[in-house]
């Protein structure tokens, strides 16, 4: 099985600070906001990869945008 897996930094937008720019995510939308999306069944569930490392499998994650530029448009 090949499955490709995406963390947050790579998913969300992180907004710049004093010392470092913006850097855009897959997805415009804060880490936070994600997570609320998670809780409210809205966005596909993360797993484990250890301890301190949790992902989302970028298949799920591409499917979840296409349906919402599909219900846009």
């Known amino acids: 099985m090949n499955q490709r897996v995406i963390r947050i930094s790579e998913l969300a937008t992180t907004p710049a600070t004093k010392t470092k720019p913006a850097r855009p995510?897959?997805?415009?939308?804060?880490?936070t906001t994600v997570w609320?999306?998670?809780?409210?069944?809205k966005f596909p569930k993360?797993?484990?990869l250890g301890e301190s490392v949790t992902v989302w499998d970028a298949a799920e994650v591409d499917a979840f945008i296409e349906r919402q530029a599909g219900a846009a448009r």
Request: net charge positive.
């Open 25 to 31: 995510g897959k997805l415009p939308v804060s880490a």
């Open 36 to 41: 609320r999306w998670v809780r409210e069944g």
């Open 46 to 48: 993360p797993f484990k």
